[in-house]
């Protein structure tokens, strides 16, 4: 079987991964340096972004969800000792991801459950709350009319602006995920599905969990 790779979502991948461990090691030792934490805005709009990608590529949601939520659950314990927070204090990515990939498949499928994801995200402390489950759904959008996701993603922003401090930054990846959803970066190479790393597949799912194990051991 032949299964044809974009080069341009590896490419936002490696942005988002750096761009998050920047601000990671900001938030972890140098918590005085805000330039650390300004470049780490760009991370969650890249990784929103490319949950969208990965939902319109999956044969299997339920697969998907599955590793997103487990990662959650296995990346919690590095999160809150990383961060020097209480255990469940407060919900790393993870599970902010696997909650907005059950909110965009119930919405699709317009079943009324695509609320709950919604409720949740301002009942339980997930990173970035309702602004990243709302995040998810821009770029949903944004993958079927072009000029209706940059307008949510500029007004959810602009609501979030004095709540969320210097979030609005997120606004700098933009540019990037626009250069891939208008063809420029999305260029594709052909290969063999068996030939394609499983290391590779989970890298970034194991990297997440183990540079925060770093941090902390490093703090």
């Known amino acids: 079987m032949q299964r044809s ?5 590896e490419l936002l991948k490696w942005l988002a991964v750096f761009t998050m461990t920047i601000d990671h090691v900001g938030a972890a030792l140098y918590p005085d340096y805000l330039l650390f934490r300004y470049i780490g805005r760009l991370s969650f709009p890249l990784f929103a972004y490319l949950l969208i990608l990965g939902l319109e590529n999956t044969r299997n949601v339920r697969n998907y969800f599955i590793r997103l939520f487990l990662f959650a659950w296995i990346s919690q314990i590095p999160f809150y000792l990383a961060f020097g927070m209480q255990p469940w204090e407060h919900l790393n990515i993870f599970f902010t991801l696997s909650v907005g990939l059950v909110f965009i498949y119930y919405f699709e499928k317009k079943n009324f459950l695509f609320f709950i994801p919604l409720l949740a995200s301002a009942v339980f402390p997930f990173d970035y709350g309702i602004y990243g489950i709302s995040t998810v759904g821009c770029f949903y959008f944004l993958r079927r009319n072009r000029e209706l996701g940059v ?3 500029l007004l959810l922003n602009l609501l979030f602006l004095l709540s969320l401090s210097f979030q609005f930054l997120a606004l700098g990846a933009l ?9 420029r970066i999305s260029f594709k190479r052909v290969g063999m599905k068996s030939n394609y790393p499983l290391w590779k597949k989970y890298s970034f799912y194991l990297y997440y ?5 770093l941090l902390y051991f490093l703090k």
């Open 151 to 153: 307008f949510l993603f």
């Open 175 to 183: 540019p990037f995920i626009l250069l891939h959803n208008d063809g």
């Open 209 to 213: 969990p183990l540079h925060l194990l």
């Open 5 to 9: 790779y974009d080069l341009g979502r």
